[in-house]
């Protein structure tokens, strides 16, 4: 009760429409949206403001009705009438609809290494989760779950992403009590015993510099936080309970640069490890990069990546780059690891998990840039430089602004990403676009060794200003 289902659908403008919901309720008028500005993406993103392109939508219909205590349904069909002017009029099937009034909740248990949760059916990517990690489902859309986090926030979930507990199973809930924080050599890890596996959120914010931990499920019993005072990085953790079941954490830090974090479970216990500022050198004939890892991921392969005018493939020019850079941050004294050599190929995620595990320092991806579709590159081209999470955001102005220096060519943007390698936790992590494979002149530079190298140079650069701004 109180769910709201939304019916819609997309026919003749210009019609009456009604939906009828099984036993429920009988011809619920539907109203036709005024003409309505749709943006497309890939113009809002990459175009100007002046120029957003709007796919105009009419003949959407659309129609609500809200779940009433006692309502019952299992399988019940949704059917839909349009009323043309005409008097002619059309009905059609649009789904079913079942309403669940077991009072047993429905408990699943995640079961894949990493699940994703969305904002919505088909949202945008909200919460990754570990394996073992319950959650109360309240609803299913299609072939998405709703999970409950709290009484005003709701998850989706792929179905297929993992399997049921019996019913009589506990709902996912715990008490924290005592938390305490241990000093690991590089990180500092932040030990918070639960008593079952829960739903959490990690939130970053540069300044001021903390971390916030946000458990579903979880009630404060903490009346004790115990600190390894020897931690360079924790500065203070304080609890709140914003909400009922809403556990926070705050994590103040003594990082202006963050360096990375990573959450997981060891049977129970959420652990939160926040990795230390690396011993950065210092000198006159020192550079910050001696002694530092990076690891270069030279985006693409086996898939070809852009492919330009004259065939030159985006996998190459990227290879090439990363192997100068490779060569250029060697000589300095950093230690750099590839993702990728020519032959292998490898996923995104596998690429991310490898700058996780070899424990770089920063994780740098090399591409360079073709449009979506129905944006003219010949208006939008240049250099773009992209990030996720705050803590990269440092890192992807120094380049974005190195490269544009030194190469000389069009402002294309620097941009919070939804992308997969940018996604990395565990370090500063940007994507690079230095020039665009479809102009041909731009292509013409990115096949010569001396454009190449230019490239290289200025992420070097941007790489050494980084760890030496980075010391504190
Ligand atoms: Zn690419």
């Given at each position: 009760p109180g769910d709201v289902l939304e019916v819609s659908f997309r026919g003749t403008p210009g019609c009456q429409a009604y939906f009828h919901l099984g036993d429920l309720a009988e011809w619920i008028q539907m109203q036709e949206k005024s003409h309505q500005a749709q943006l497309y993406w890939g113009t809002a993103v990459f175009g100007n403001h002046s120029d957003v392109d709007t796919i105009e939508a009419s003949g959407i219909y659309t129609g609500v009705y809200i779940i009433q205590p006692g309502d019952t349904a299992t399988n019940q069909p949704i059917y839909c009438r349009l009323i043309h002017p005409n008097g002619q009029s059309l009905d059609f099937a649009y789904g079913d609809i079942s309403i669940d009034h077991s009072p047993v909740p429905k408990v699943a248990e995640l079961s894949t290494e990493t699940t994703v949760l969305r904002t919505g059916p088909n949202g945008v990517y909200y919460l990754f989760l570990p394996p073992g990690t319950k959650l109360h489902l309240t609803g299913r859309r299609g072939d998405f779950w709703r999970a409950k986090l709290s009484n005003s926030e709701d998850a989706w979930i792929a179905d297929g992403d993992f399997r049921w507990l019996p019913s009589g199973t506990l709902l996912p809930r715990s008490i924290v009590s005592t938390v305490r924080t241990e000093n690991r050599g590089c990180f500092t890890r932040v030990h918070i015993p639960l008593q079952q596996r829960l739903p959490f959120h990690v939130e970053q914010s540069v300044d001021p510099a903390e971390l916030r931990l946000r458990i579903w499920g979880a009630t404060a019993a903490t009346n004790w936080i115990r600190h390894d005072f020897t931690s360079p990085v924790v500065r203070e953790i304080r609890w709140s309970q914003p909400a009922r079941e809403v556990f926070e954490l705050t994590i103040r830090l003594n990082q202006k640069q963050q360096w990375g974090y990573a959450s997981h479970y060891d049977g129970t216990n959420l652990l939160l490890d926040i990795k230390h500022t690396p011993k950065i050198a210092r000198g006159l004939f020192r550079s910050p990069l001696k002694g530092r890892v990076v690891c270069l991921d030279p985006g693409?392969?086996?898939?070809?990546?852009?492919?330009?005018?004259t065939r030159l493939e985006e996998r190459k020019v990227n290879l090439a780059i990363a192997l100068k850079l490779k060569k250029l941050l060697e000589k300095k004294?950093?230690?750099?690891?590839?993702?990728?050599?020519?032959?292998?190929?490898?996923?995104?995620?596998?690429?991310?998990?490898?700058?996780?595990?070899?424990?770089?320092?920063?994780?740098?991806?090399?591409?360079?840039?073709?449009?979506?579709?129905?944006?003219?590159p010949f208006q939008h081209n240049g250099v773009s430089t992209y990030y996720y999470?705050?803590?990269?955001y440092h890192l992807a102005k120094i380049l974005h602004s190195r490269l544009l220096k030194t190469l000389k060519l069009p402002d294309h943007g620097l941009y919070y990403a939804n992308l997969a390698v940018c996604r990395v936790s565990q370090m500063p992590a940007v994507l690079v676009e230095p020039a665009f494979m479809m102009i041909p002149e731009q292509e013409a530079l990115l096949r010569t060794d001396k454009f190449q190298m230019k490239i290289a140079k200025a992420l070097m650069k941007g790489l050494e200003q980084f760890f030496k701004e980075g010391r504190r």
């Open positions: 693409h392969n086996p898939d070809l990546g852009a492919v330009g005018p004294g950093a230690t750099v690891l590839m993702t990728r050599s020519d032959r292998q190929g490898i996923t995104l995620q596998s690429r991310a998990k490898f700058a996780a595990i070899v424990n770089a320092d920063v994780l740098l991806s090399i591409h360079n840039n073709a449009l979506p579709d129905g944006i003219n999470h705050p803590q990269s």
